[in-house]
């Protein structure tokens, strides 16, 4: 492979730490670990983390099938193998002590994000590439909390859920990201199976400016009570061809997620206002705890 001439050393990336281990981060460490790269998942309490394990562990479970299934002693082989790959901690700062790409994939709010990037900024070596996963944040306000020379190998690295099946990466760049980095998270994004798309850093990049105004716009027909959720999730998908409704995709995403979203996009502009007002059903369901099928209830009843 030809030397870079760029300042920033480039180096494989072999070892990815994850940070989060909720729908996403498990998911992101889960496929990582399948394309034989080494994880380290990270959580604030071990509860977490063994959230995140059985996230992995019903996943792999559907991969293993698919790639063998036939063969019950090498779907479990499979399953063996990726696990050995996976490390998990609750300490960050030493997590990121070898790692050659951070994905952070915690909470959806600008000043936890900040915070944990400015750790990890003191922690991490200097060739260590950093990713948000945020879906709606502003990536070059996160990297903010980092320094110069961190925010030229910044960017957003934006998987879907779920993870495993979802075969699109969205790869956000900043005006300060080099370009040699862009390439070098292009490659390991196909390495672990998934497409690269290149966006630049605007509100919802390109899946989600499209898809959370539409999902809103959604639940204003409930809040209107112009159709039940039922109705509308079977108008979706049989008059439109979506894979799931809009009201059963919110649950599955997290209602407390599309509420940072939307609330966040309200106060930060960069948006047409009129498609981020305030939205009573998805307040109300977020204030009772109904957070979608990740709490057991949202719009449906999981349990
Ligand atoms: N783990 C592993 N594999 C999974 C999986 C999981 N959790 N869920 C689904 N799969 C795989 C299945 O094994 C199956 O694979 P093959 O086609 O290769 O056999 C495939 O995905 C389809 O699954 P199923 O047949 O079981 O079920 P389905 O056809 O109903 O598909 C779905 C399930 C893929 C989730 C589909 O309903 C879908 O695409 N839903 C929409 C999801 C979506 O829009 N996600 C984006 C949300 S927005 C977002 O993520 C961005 C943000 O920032 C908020
Ligand atoms: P989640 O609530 O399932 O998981 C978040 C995890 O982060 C939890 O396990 C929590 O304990 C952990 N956490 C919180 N603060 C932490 C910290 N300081 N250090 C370490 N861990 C911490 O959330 P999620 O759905 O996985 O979303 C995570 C991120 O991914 C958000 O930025 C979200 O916007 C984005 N995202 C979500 C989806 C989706 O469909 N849910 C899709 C794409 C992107």
Not at 112 to 120: G, H, I
Request: charged fraction near 25%; proline fraction near 4%; glycine fraction near 6%.
């Amino acid at each position: 492979r030809a030397m870079s001439t760029s300042a920033i050393q480039q180096k494989e990336i072999r070892n990815i730490t994850v940070i989060g281990a909720g729908l996403m981060g498990a998911g992101i460490a889960q496929v990582a670990a399948q394309a034989q790269l080494k994880v380290t998942l990270v959580d604030t309490t071990d509860k977490a983390l063994e959230n995140g394990r059985t996230i992995i562990t019903n996943s792999i479970k559907r991969v293993a099938k698919k790639k063998h299934p036939e063969d019950q002693a090498k779907q479990q082989e499979y399953i063996d193998a990726a696990f050995q790959n996976i490390s998990t901690t609750t300490d960050s700062k030493q997590a990121a002590k070898d790692a050659d790409l951070i994905v952070e994939a915690i909470v959806e709010n600008i000043k936890v994000k900040q915070q944990l990037f400015k750790d990890l900024d003191a922690a991490a070596p200097e060739h260590t590439i950093f990713c948000s996963n945020t879906s709606s944040l502003s990536v070059t306000e996160i990297a903010k909390a980092t320094s110069d020379k961190r925010r030229q190998q910044f960017a957003g690295l934006h998987f879907f859920n779920p993870v495993p099946a979802m075969k699109l990466v969205e790869i956000v760049r900043t005006e300060e990201l080099q370009d040699t980095v862009f390439d070098q998270l292009a490659e390991v994004t196909k390495k672990i199976g998934k497409t690269p798309v290149s966006c630049k850093d605007t509100p919802g990049f390109i899946v989600n400016r499209l898809l959370v105004p539409y999902m809103l716009e959604a639940f204003r027909i409930l809040d209107r009570g112009e159709a039940s959720p039922q109705d509308v999730d079977t108008a979706m998908k049989l008059g439109a061809g979506m894979p799931m409704g809009p009201i059963e995709l919110a649950d599955f995403v997290g209602l407390d997620t599309m509420k940072f979203i939307a609330d966040g996009w309200r106060e930060t502009g960069g948006i047409e206002p009129s498609l981020v007002t305030p939205v009573k059903v998805l307040d109300d369901l977020v204030a009772e705890g109904r957070l979608g099928r990740k709490s057991g209830k949202g719009f449906y009843d999981y349990t």
